[in-house]
C-alpha cells in the first residue's frame, strides 16, 4: 500500500494507491482448506436492541497451484508453465441495519389525530387544521380551524400510500416508533484462475481470469436510504477481471513489463421488503392520484418525503420504492488498460519509464423517478400543520416526477507517459525524481444523449412565460404551453454548433513533477530522514463536472418537473403544461482537479529494539468538485433585513394571536389590510413584530424584489417567478473550484521484546475545506462559496491505534504439552477515534429561512435549508438520558438541543457549515492463533477473533461522515425541530444508533 507521496511510475490520484499481486503456483503442488465462521449464537446484544439479532456468516473455500505437466510429454521438469486457482464461498445472513424510526400513531392512519391534540405535553404544535385551500384550489373559509372531532379526510391515494409506512413496533400515541433490524441475506462466490508461462529463459508469461458473482438483498433502498426496511433492494453484482502481463529481462540492467487488462461489472436491481415484498408496486388499478406524465411510473409507488413538526423526528421520514431504477439490468462499465512499465539501471541510477493507457465506458440508465416523488412539509402554503395528515388528505408540498429513463454511454480515455530516476547521489543520500504527464480526454456520450445548459446562450427574449395566477393552465408557476422556449439556454453536446462532444473543451497536458529524498545523516543506518513533494491529477468520476452528471438533464429526449403547493392528488399536473425545468449545468472548459502532496519525516532506531518515527503531512486540493445552484435568489444584506436579531418568523407578539401572521396576507389572511401585486406578493405588510417589510416594484411590470419577495419565498410561495434566469427552476453548476488543505502531525513507534511486538500509531491532524464532497450537504448559499469554509465532514482531529502480536510463552517445551498447548499467539489492535464534524440545520418553517429558493442544496431536503442560530453552550445543560438500553428507543444526548434556536428571519443562520462534533470512538479487537503442525509440508491452524470484544457501546454519528451515514435511518438528529421542553419534545443531538456489538469469529484452514 502507497499511502501518499509516491514516484511518477505511480498515479493517476492522490490518494492511497494498493498494489496487489495475485499468487502464482510453484515446482510442486500446494494449497489450503478454509472456513471462517460467524454465529448471533457467539454475539453480543447492541444497545438498542432487547435480543441478539439473527447473524450467520460462512466464508469458505480453497485454493490449489503446482504446475502442468505431462509425464515423458511436457514439463518434466516443471520449471516452464504453472498453475494457481482459488474459489470462494461466503453466505451471510445478519441483521444490518437498525431502524429506530419515529411513525405515525395506529389511529393516525385512520385521520384520528386526537393523540396530538393535544400532545403529552399539553401542546396543540403536531394537531392538523384546515388548509388554506380547498382540493379545487379556491380559499377555504375554514383554514387554521381544527378539524371536527381531530378527524381528517382520507384520501384513496393516501391510503394506498400506507403500504411504505410500517406500524410502529411501540405503538403509542403521540410516541410511536418503529424499531427493528430484518436480517440482510449475501451470497457471493469468486473464482480465480492463474496461469504463468516461461517462454524462454528471460521471457515469462502471465493470465489471470477472476470472476465474482455478488447477490445482497439491501435492509433498506439502495443509495437512497430509506427509513423503513418495507421496501429493499436485491442488489445483484456479476463482474469479471482479465488481465495478461508479458516480463521480459532484455539485459541484466534492463527489465520491461507490459500488461494488458480489461474489467467489467454490472449492476442488476430487484425491488422486494418485509413484511410485503411487492408494497413497493402499485395497486391493481393504479394509484388514485394524477402524474405529470403519463409514462406507467415504472410500476412502483411514488417516493414519499414527510418532514416537519417533532412528531416524527426532527427529520421526518423517508421512504423510496427503488423508483431511481429499474428491475432488472441497470449499468455495466467495461475498462481496457494498457500499461508498459521499463526499468534500467545506469551506474548510480536506477531509471523507471513507461506509459499507461485506460479506455474506459460506463453504460447506464439515467437515474429520474418515472414513478415520481412525492413531499409533504410543513414549510408549504397548503400544509395542515402535520406532514402525515398532508400524506393522508393530499396536501403536497412538491412533486418532481421524470418521464422516463434513457441509456447513456459514456467514454473517456487517458494516456499518462512518466520517466522516473531514483539516484544514489552517495552512499548517504538518494534523490528521487520523477514526471508523469497526464495526458486526459474528457467524458462525452457516444449517441449524443448529452445535452447542457450555457449561461451564455440562455435569451431572455425567447424565455418561457409563466401562468403567474394559473388563469391560462389552470396551475399557477406552470409554463404557458407554445409561449417560448422551455428548454432556453440547453444545448445538445456534440450536435449543436461550436459545442464539442463532452460539451466542454478538454485540457490535455497536465505535468505532474514529483520530487524525493532519502538522507542517513551518520552513514549508520540506524537514522533516516526523508522528504517529499508531488501533484496529482484526477480525472473526475461520473458523479462531478462531465457528461455522466447529465443523464438526469431535462432535455427534449427526457423531462423532470416540479410542482409545488398543490392542494389535492388530482391536482398534480395540467393538460398541456408543465412546471419550468430544472437544468444541469457544466463549464465549457475542462479544469481538472489536482493535490499537492508534501511530507517530512524523521525516524531513528532507540535502544531495546524499538524505532520512532515522526513526520509532517500536508497536502492542498485545487479546483475540487462542488454544485451550486446559479438560479438562487440573492439573500438579504443585513442592512436590508427587517428582521432584528433574535427575531424569527412568526416569532413576534402579532404571532401569539395568529401563528401564521408573517405568510399569511391579504383578504381572509391574518393581515387582511395587505395589499398583493399581481405575483401576490405583499406590498405593505409588517412583521410579527411590526416592523415593515420592504417592498421595490419591478421594472416595467416585471417582478419586484426587496425583502417582501424573499419573505414570500421563505413562506413556501413560488420562487421560479423571481429567479435570474426567468422561466427555469433550479439549475444546477457542477464546476471544480473547491478547495482543501491537510496538515498533520504522525508518530509512530514500534518495539520488538521477545515474543512481544508493539506497534503504536498516532496522528493529529486537521483537514479543511469549503466542499468535501460535490454533494456537500452544507452549502446553502451559492453566491458565498467562501462562507462554507470549514473543517472537513470527514476530518478526524486525533487518531491513536495501538497493535500488538504477542507469542505466549506458556509450554515452551518439546512434547505434546507443547503441541496442544503451546505456541499460541494473541495479537489485537486498539483504537481511538475523535468524531467527525456535522451541522446544525433548521427544520422549524420555514426551512428556506432566507428565501433564496436554493433547490440544490440537500441540507434539509427535499427542501432548501438553513443553519440553526447559535444561542448557548451545546456542552452543557445536556438533557438527561430518557430510556437505558435494553431495546431502548433513545441512547443519550451527546449535547444541549437549547443551545440552538430558530435562526433569524430571512437569514441563513449564523451556526455555519460544521460546527459541533459526531461522537468519538473507541474499539478493541482480539484475536487468538495457533498453527499446529502435521508433517514438514501440513499444517492445520486455527484462529479466534472478536471484534469490539469488551462490547463497549459505540454510539454511531448523530450525522455525516465517516462510514456512518449508510448507517443512520434518523439522521435527523443534527437538526433543530424546537426547544427541549421534556421527554420526547426533540431528539435533536441524541444518539439513535450504535456501532456492532461484540461479534466472534472462529477461523481453520488446511495447508498443504
Known sequence: MLTSNYGAQYGRNGSGTVETELKSGTSSFHGD???????????????????????????????????????????????????????????????????????????????????????????FANCPVEPAFLPNGAANPLAGQYFPGNQVPVSAAGTSLLALIPVGTVDQPANSTYIASPTQPTTWREELFRIDHNLTEHNRVSFHYVHDSWDQVQSSTLWTGSSFPTVQTDFKGPAISLLARITSTISPTLLNEFVASYTTDHLVFHSTGTPNPDAWQLPAGGLAMSYLFANGYGGKLPAISVNGGTEYGSNGFYMDPDGLYPEGPYNSNPTYTYRDNMTKVLGKHTLQFGAYFVAAQKNELSTNQVNGSLAFTTSSTVTTGNPFADLLMGEIGTFTQASGQLKFYNRYKI???????????????????????????????????????????????????????????????????????????LVQCGVTPGVPVSCSKGHLFNPSPRIGFAFDPKGDGKTAIRGGYGIFFEHTNGEEANTESLEGQSSPLLQVASQLNIPSYQGIGAAGSLPPFTFTSLPNQVVWPYVQQWHLDIQHELPQHTVLTVAYVGSEGTHLTRQRDINQLHSLPLSQNPYAA????????????????????????????????????????????????????????????????????????????????????????????????????????????????????????????????????????????????????????QQLNVGYVYDLPFFKNHGLSHTLLGSWQWSGIASYASGTPFSIVNTVAPTDNAGAGNGVSSAAAPVPGSFADKIGNPNSGIPPTEVSGGGSTYGPYLYNPNAYTQPRGLTFGDSGRNSLRNPHRTNFDMALFKRFAVTESKAFEFRAEAFNVFNHTEWLPIYGDAGAGANITSSGTNEYAGPYTGPGSTNQFQALGAHNARILQLGAKFIF
Not at 42 to 63: H, W
Not at 433 to 447: A, F, H, N, P
Not at 458 to 465: G, I, L
Request: some cysteine.
Open 33 to 123: 482448506l478454509y472456513e471462517f465462521v460467524r454465529n448471533d449464537d457467539f454475539n453480543a446484544r447492541n444497545y438498542f436492541e432487547s435480543s441478539v439479532p439473527p447473524y450467520k456468516k460462512n466464508d469458505f473455500g480453497g485454493t490449489l497451484g503446482g504446475p502442468i505437466y505431462i509425464p515423458g510429454l511436457y514439463n518434466e521438469n516443471k520449471q516452464r508453465t504453472f498453475f494457481f486457482y482459488s474459489e470462494e464461498w461466503r453466505r451471510e445472513i445478519q441483521a444490518g441495519q437498525v431502524f429506530n424510526q419515529p411513525v405515525p400513531y395506529s389511529q393516525e392512519r385512520t385521520g384520528n389525530f386526537s393523540d396530538v391534540c393535544p400532545d403529552p405535553n399539553d401542546t
Open 646 to 797: 433574535g427575531q424569527v418568523v412568526n416569532g413576534g407578539p402579532y404571532a401569539q394571536t395568529n401563528p401564521n401572521w408573517d405568510c399569511s396576507w391579504g383578504p381572509g389572511g391574518a393581515q387582511s389590510g395587505v395589499t398583493l401585486d399581481q405575483y401576490g406578493v405583499p406590498t405593505n405588510a409588517v412583521t410579527s413584530y411590526g416592523t415593515p417589510i420592504p417592498y421595490t416594484p419591478g421594472v416595467g411590470g416585471g417582478p419586484p424584489s426587496g425583502a417582501a419577495v424573499n419573505l414570500f419565498v421563505a413562506c413556501g410561495n413560488i420562487v421560479n417567478f423571481f429567479r435570474p434566469y426567468y422561466g427555469i427552476d433550479n439549475i444546477t453548476l457542477l464546476e471544480n473550484a473547491a478547495s482543501s488543505n491537510y496538515n498533520g502531525l504522525e508518530i509512530s513507534a514500534v518495539r520488538t521484546m521477545g515474543g512481544l511486538t508493539l506497534d503504536v500509531a498516532y496522528t493529529y491532524s486537521h483537514s479543511i475545506d469549503n466542499a468535501s464532497d460535490r454533494l456537500d450537504s452544507g452549502f446553502l448559499d451559492s453566491y458565498n462559496p467562501n462562507g462554507n469554509r470549514a473543517s472537513s465532514s470527514f476530518d478526524v482531529r
Open 415 to 489: 494516456f499518462e507517459p512518466y520517466i522516473q530516476d531514483d539516484w544514489r547521489a552517495t552512499p548517504r543520500l538518494t534523490l528521487n525524481i520523477g514526471l508523469r504527464v497526464s495526458m486526459m480526454g474528457t467524458y462525452r456520450e457516444r449517441y449524443h444523449h448529452a445535452f447542457n445548459w450555457e449561461p451564455g446562450v440562455y435569451s431572455a427574449a425567447d424565455a418561457p412565460e409563466i401562468d403567474i395566477d394559473g388563469s391560462i393552465t389552470g396551475i399557477p408557476g406552470n409554463l404557458v404551453p407554445g409561449v417560448g422556449n422551455p428548454y432556453d439556454g
